[in-house]
Structures are given as structure tokens and as C-alpha cells.
């Protein structure tokens, strides 16, 4: 009979600990990966592992709409972005910007957000430009109503691309910074650097 009432004290104790933890934790994760539609498999050259040919492979180079996109990940709760600080514009390889974003749990529970800061690169001419590539994320952890400043510290040559030659090149023009929460959307208007 002891042994039947321990394992049922057991039970109640973990039971009670899983419910404390769905109604005060908001669960929060982020897709590591791209998940396409059907009609990728029909679009796609499996024989050649070029990423850039179309319709491109990875979030790097896709260009049609996935179900889930890279970096996608919901929450139990809602939080807005928003700049600190206008950053500045013009890079060189070794000097930097700093983005300071204000992320505020406009919801009901306490919660994580990943905060995702991308590069696009807006010219064309140089090989293999992606669509948009991930530069750094921070996850924070926000209690409801409260808001937290995370930095974010970019310099010239986390813009740079590799070349035909495999060499690593900041290549002039400009590129915009995305900052993203991944529910598809961007947060935020871009950011205009100048390289």
C-alpha cells in the first residue's frame, strides 16, 4: 500500500509541476531549417547541388515562398521590436555599428524571444549573392510588461562574401540590415549600410 500512495504523491507532485510550468512558462523555439512546399521537389535539380539555381536552395537562395521559413518560431505570448538608436550607415572591414534593439513582452505571460539580425546585399554583380543571410541572434529572456535593450555589434566584414576564388571579399555598395522575430515578417524597416 506504501509503495501505491508513494508513486501517487509522485504523480500529483509531477503533474502539479507540469501545469505551474504551462500556465507561467511561454515555450519558444526557432526553426533551424527551411521547410519548402511540395512543388520544390518538382522544381529542383537533385542531381546538380547548385544552391543558386533557381528556384535556390536553403534560405540563403530560395526564392519562392516556404511553408515555414528559417528562423520561424511562435510563442505563448507577443512581443514588439524596436531601434534604440540609429545606427550608423557607412562600414569598412574593420570598423563596426552597433544596433541597439528594444524588445517589450506586450504579452500576458513571461517569455523568450529570438531576436534575428539578417544581411541582404542590394546589388547583383558579384556571384552568388544571397537573398538574405543570418548575421547574429540573441535570446532573451522578457517578463510580461517589461522591456529589454539587446545589442547587437556589426562590423564590415560580416558583410562580406566569398568569391569565385573562395577568398572572402567586402564587396562596395550597399546592404540592409533585417531585424526579424522569424513569424515571417520583418520587424523592423531595414537598415541601409554603405560598404
Known sequence: ??????VCCVFVF????????????????????TIYPSSFQQQSNFTHMSMTEAPGR???????TPLWPFGYG????????SLA????VTLQPSTSTTLHITVHNTGDRDGDEVVQVYFRALFAHAPAVPTRQLLQFRRVAVARGAAVQVQFEVFGRDLSLVNEQGERVLVAGNYDLIVSQGHGNDSLQPIVLQA
Open 1 to 6: 500500500v506504501s509503495v501505491s500512495v508513494s
Open 58 to 64: 536553403t534560405y540563403r537562395y530560395y526564392t519562392g
Open 85 to 88: 538608436t540609429q545606427p550608423s
Open 14 to 33: 509531477v503533474f502539479c509541476d507540469l501545469c505551474f510550468v504551462c500556465v507561467m512558462w511561454s515555450g519558444q523555439g526557432k526553426l533551424p531549417v
Open 74 to 81: 511562435l510563442s505563448y505570448t507577443t512581443f514588439d521590436l
